[in-house]
């Protein structure tokens, strides 16, 4: 990302715990890998982006042996089921990746995640996980705007957030629906505090179109729908960098 844009975008932090059965004691930090393999399988609830988590899927069976179910959706959709289910009492899910981490933070408190420390949790920044090891960071995720940079001139590109309120972007935007993706609400509330509901009615009049998540944010502006990204996750912006640098991309690019 450029050292620009790293200074506006959220930084947001992508939390994994592991998911405590009812009634069941748990001792931090042991790995019982016979009882796991006798288990069967993992159940994986996750907003991690399906490239990224089916490589983890692969290393960890290859690793393992053990067979990973995986549920990928959004993270505000991830909470909802996985708080159905608490509220249930029959979670479905053992480990749990979402991308909302005050949410994690509540919910720790409540006891409802195992406290297990992974190896080099003690590398990992204190503010990127709980002290007991009931959740720890998965990654960094940073928002940023990027645009189709074939379609778009330079000089037309948008420098800051604010830009996006003004009236030439109209038609142009995308960005998610917070109601799917954590971190499309948090962005939302980042920038409704920042610069008022008023933001986003200018962004209304613009004809911002709103999609389920950043996948489809991306399938947007590849089929020329709309050609700036108004907030997205930056590895999405990425990808698409290293597939036009092979020959297969549309030119999207973090905006300079």
Request: glycine share 6%; net charge positive.
């Amino acid at each position: 990302m450029a050292t620009k844009y790293a200074k506006i975008g959220q930084a947001l932090l992508a939390a994994a715990v592991i998911v405590a059965a009812a009634a069941q004691a748990w001792a931090d930090d042991s790995v019982d890998v016979a009882a796991a393999k006798k288990e069967g399988k993992v159940v994986w609830y996750t907003s991690t982006p399906l490239e990224t988590a089916n490589k983890i899927v692969k290393a960890f069976e290859a690793e393992t042996g053990i067979k990973v179910e995986l549920f990928r959706t959004g993270g505000s959709a991830i909470l909802r089921r996985f708080l159905q289910e608490h509220q249930a009492g029959r979670i479905a899910a053992d480990v749990l990746t979402t991308s909302d981490p005050a949410a994690t933070a509540a919910l720790a408190v409540k006891g409802i995640f195992v406290p297990f420390k992974p190896a080099n949790f003690d590398k990992v920044p204190q503010e990127a996980k709980a002290a007991d090891g009931a959740y720890v960071a998965q990654r960094l995720n940073m928002i940023t705007l990027y645009a189709r940079t074939d379609r778009v001139a330079a000089a037309d590109l948008p420098k800051t957030w604010s830009d996006l309120s003004q009236p030439k972007y109209k038609g142009q935007l995308v960005t998610t629906d917070p109601s799917y993706t954590a971190l499309g609400l948090m962005t939302v509330a980042t920038l409704s505090k920042k610069f008022g509901w008023d933001y986003y009615r200018k962004l209304r009049a613009n004809d911002i179109m709103i999609v389920q998540g950043n996948q489809q944010v991306t399938d947007a502006l590849k089929r020329g729908e709309r050609l700036i990204c108004a907030a997205g996750l930056d590895s999405y912006a990425a990808d698409e960098r290293r597939r036009d640098r092979q020959g297969g991309g549309r030119r999207q690019a973090t905006v300079q």
